[in-house]
């Protein structure tokens, strides 16, 4: 019937999103692995302070702890998107949940600052990026129309675990050292695993499916009832299997597509999101330390991320449901862009802030502005490329990302050191975010609608019944011709078996219809007229 077969190495047809069903628990798994993604780097530099009392270090150089693991989430994309289109979303999950899990376990053992580099930093990163980018990539296929609230719900697990993993890292410091802290972390993550798990494909099991109703469905269609309808069946299964064999030479599935790098959209939204990471999570990474440093508590000091991410829960599924309004849908990228005008101009207004009431109110509007960044960011790539390229759109959007976060907390930790000073460090950051979000709106406004392609209007499919031979015979012919161009002679068999599979069933038709069983007389001429039209269309096109 013409359609793509997945074992034959091409790109399988897209499937319906269901927009719900067992995507809820894709949804739930996607909010647990996305909390541990953005939220755990940040958690970390709770125990920063004994990290520099006990290797005897400064804080740049404990701040590579956190950029290593975001290095890793971003730095690793393409490696993620190779092995996603290789192996599948699920068992890459399962592997990325115990390399996160054994690193920080690991990192509990070590003793020197390097070797924490290559345990917390470089395993555990790997291990979180191999769960966080499929998981992205499986939420897009369970949801279309309800993408965006899905991508504000699944956005608010880094909040929710941002909030509970702060004060938590800050109990097992107290009562068990970073040591044993870090151990009980690791023994977390395994959860990451359970999440892998509930990731269950989709395309392939209802593809399958519905391909054998359809097949069945078309095969009684060609035939009245009768005893032989079953042998014709089988016939037609057998020719297509014997067409599937003579096509499996085709060329393999891409394992990383640069052809996105053609749209001008893509382009613009990785500039910008560069420009956006030097200066988005310098706030979160020094808030902690800034506040120590001012007198604050350290009780009242891991508390300030907690209110982060108590009002960023809020926020991200409320900025979600905006971004599905239709009005507001189309114009997403200029709502992304607000987002990140708002997050900067927090960050500059707030850089003077010196008592604990100030960092109380800028945590509020940060949490704010932080949560819509968050919620549209991945939204505004998947309406950019669309979801059967998002998962190497995301994997070399990541990678160029790693180089801003190797830059910029570790520059900001630098600055620290030497200036002693933190209201410098948000300007500094709040500058950058700014820079980003005027750039997207005013190239979007210049170049993204142009960029876009549009696409072709999708085929009416014409109405079953006497006209499915027809349609048969034509999605037939076509794929005999495209794959005559490779090579003649496998097409010139196809098409005698085709033939052959026809004569058959009008053969088995004629010998129902002159015993009395079976349709009526004038069902009988249609169908005879139908098939001399479509045998005619297969003579006709192969010449």
Same mark, same amino acid.
């Given at each position: 019937?013409?359609?793509?077969?997945?074992?034959?190495?091409?790109?399988?047809?897209p499937?319906?999103?269901?927009?719900?069903?067992?995507?809820?628990?894709?949804?739930?798994?996607?909010?647990?692995?996305?909390?541990?993604s953005?939220?755990?780097?940040?958690?970390?530099?709770?125990?920063?302070?004994?990290?520099?009392?006990?290797?005897?270090?400064?804080?740049?150089?404990?701040?590579?702890?956190?950029?290593?693991?975001?290095a890793?989430?971003?730095?690793?994309?393409?490696?993620?998107?190779?092995?996603?289109?290789?192996?599948?979303?699920?068992?890459?999950?399962?592997?990325?949940?115990?390399?996160?899990?054994?690193?920080?376990?690991?990192?509990?053992?070590?003793?020197?600052?390097?070797?924490?580099?290559?345990?917390?930093?470089?395993?555990?990163?790997?291990?979180?990026?191999?769960?966080?980018?499929?998981?992205?990539?499986?939420?897009?296929?369970?949801?279309?129309?309800?993408?965006?609230?899905?991508?504000?719900?699944?956005?608010?697990?880094?909040?929710?675990?941002?909030?509970?993993?702060s004060?938590?890292?800050?109990?097992?410091?107290? /009562? !068990?050292?970073?040591?044993? %802290?870090?151990?009980?972390?690791?023994? +977390? *993550?395994? #959860?990451?695993?359970?999440?892998?798990? $509930?990731?269950?494909?989709?395309?392939?099991?209802?593809?399958?499916?519905?391909?054998?109703?359809?097949?069945?469905?078309?095969?009684?269609?060609?035939?009245?009832?009768?005893?032989?309808s079953?042998?014709?069946?089988?016939?037609?299964?057998?020719?297509?299997k014997?067409?599937?064999a003579?096509?499996?030479?085709?060329?393999?599935?891409?394992?990383?597509?640069?052809?996105?790098?053609?749209?001008?959209?893509?382009?613009?939204?990785?500039?910008? /999101? !560069?420009?956006?990471?030097? %200066?988005?999570?310098?706030?979160?990474? +020094? *808030?902690? #330390?800034?506040?120590?440093?001012?007198? $604050?508590?350290?009780?009242?000091?891991?508390f300030?991320?907690?209110?982060?991410?108590?009002?960023?829960?809020?926020?991200?599924?409320a900025?979600?449901?905006?971004?599905?309004?239709?009005?507001?849908?189309?114009?997403?990228?200029?709502?992304?862009?607000?987002a990140?005008?708002?997050?900067?101009?927090?960050?500059i207004?707030?850089?003077?802030?010196?008592?604990?009431?100030?960092?109380?109110?800028?945590?509020?509007?940060?949490?704010?502005?932080?949560?819509?960044?968050g919620?549209?960011?991945?939204?505004?790539?998947?309406?950019?490329?669309?979801?059967?390229?998002f998962?190497?759109?995301?994997?070399?959007?990541?990678?160029?990302?790693?180089?801003?976060?190797?830059?910029?907390?570790?520059?900001?930790?630098?600055?620290?050191?030497?200036?002693?000073?933190?209201?410098?460090?948000?300007?500094?950051?709040?500058?950058?975010?700014v820079l980003?979000?005027?750039?997207?709106?005013?190239?979007?406004?210049?170049?993204?609608?142009?960029?876009?392609?549009?696409?072709?209007?999708?085929?009416?499919?014409?109405?079953?019944?006497?006209?499915?031979?027809?349609?048969?015979?034509?999605?037939?012919?076509?794929?005999?011709?495209?794959?005559?161009?490779?090579?003649?002679?496998?097409?010139?068999?196809?098409?005698?078996?085709?033939?052959?599979?026809?004569?058959e069933?009008?053969?088995?038709?004629?010998?129902?219809?002159?015993?009395?069983?079976?349709?009526?007389?004038?069902?009988?001429?249609v169908?005879?007229?139908?098939?001399?039209?479509?045998?005619?269309?297969v003579?006709?096109?192969?010449?």
């Amino acid at each position: 019937m013409g359609r793509a077969d997945p074992e034959e190495g091409q790109l399988p047809a897209p499937v319906k999103p269901p927009d719900g069903g067992w995507g809820w628990i894709v949804l739930l798994g996607c909010f647990v692995i996305t909390g541990f993604s953005y939220a755990f780097p940040k958690a970390v530099s709770v125990y920063f302070k004994e990290l520099m009392k006990d290797f005897h270090v400064g804080y740049s150089d404990t701040a590579w702890i956190s950029s290593i693991m975001l290095a890793m989430l971003y730095g690793t994309g393409p490696v993620c998107s190779i092995m996603v289109n290789q192996f599948g979303c699920r068992p890459v999950m399962l592997i990325g949940g115990l390399l996160a899990s054994s690193g920080m376990i690991l990192a509990s053992f070590t003793t020197n600052i390097i070797e924490l580099y290559l345990t917390a930093g470089v395993l555990t990163g790997l291990g979180m990026a191999l769960n966080f980018q499929p998981s992205l990539i499986m939420l897009g296929t369970y949801f279309d129309k309800r993408r965006p609230l899905a991508n504000g719900l699944a956005a608010a697990g880094s909040p929710v675990f941002l909030s509970s993993l702060s004060p938590l890292g800050q109990v097992l410091l107290e /009562k !068990f050292g970073w040591r044993g %802290g870090f151990l009980i972390m690791g023994g +977390l *993550l395994l #959860n990451c695993c359970t999440c892998g798990a $509930v990731m269950r494909p989709l395309d392939m099991g209802m593809k399958r499916k519905m391909e054998k109703a359809q097949d069945k469905y078309e095969a009684k269609e060609m035939l009245p009832i009768g005893g032989k309808s079953e042998e014709a069946i089988s016939t037609t299964d057998g020719t297509k299997k014997a067409k599937k064999a003579k096509k499996k030479p085709k060329k393999g599935k891409k394992l990383l597509d640069f052809s996105i790098f053609s749209n001008r959209g893509f382009i613009i939204y990785t500039i910008s /999101k !560069f420009i956006l990471v030097l %200066g988005l999570f310098v706030p979160p990474i +020094l *808030l902690v #330390n800034y506040a120590k440093d001012t007198g $604050v508590p350290d009780t009242e000091a891991a508390f300030l991320l907690s209110i982060i991410g108590f009002i960023d829960i809020f926020a991200r599924p409320a900025c979600g449901m905006v971004a599905g309004l239709k009005w507001v849908r189309p114009h997403v990228a200029y709502l992304f862009s607000f987002a990140m005008l708002f997050n900067g101009l927090t960050d500059i207004c707030s850089a003077r802030a010196s008592n604990y009431t100030g960092l109380v109110i800028f945590c509020v509007f940060f949490g704010i502005s932080y949560g819509m960044v968050g919620a549209l960011q991945f939204e505004v790539l998947m309406a950019i490329v669309g979801s059967q390229k998002f998962s190497s759109a995301i994997g070399l959007v990541l990678l160029i990302e790693a180089f801003a976060v190797l830059i910029g907390p570790p520059s900001a930790g630098r600055l620290v050191d030497a200036l002693k000073n933190y209201e410098v460090i948000f300007y500094l950051a709040g500058s950058e975010v700014v820079l980003s979000s005027v750039f997207l709106a005013m190239a979007t406004y210049c170049c993204l609608n142009r960029g876009k392609k549009k696409e072709p209007p999708p085929e009416k499919n014409p109405s079953t019944g006497g006209g499915s031979d027809t349609e048969e015979a034509e999605s037939d012919v076509q794929e005999a011709e495209e794959h005559s161009s490779d090579n003649h002679q496998p097409a010139h068999s196809t098409d005698n078996a085709m033939v052959a599979a026809r004569e058959e069933a009008n053969h088995v038709a004629e010998e129902q219809s002159g015993e009395g069983g079976g349709c009526p007389e004038g069902d009988g001429e249609v169908l005879a007229r139908d098939s001399c039209n479509a045998d005619q269309t297969v003579e006709r096109d192969s010449f």
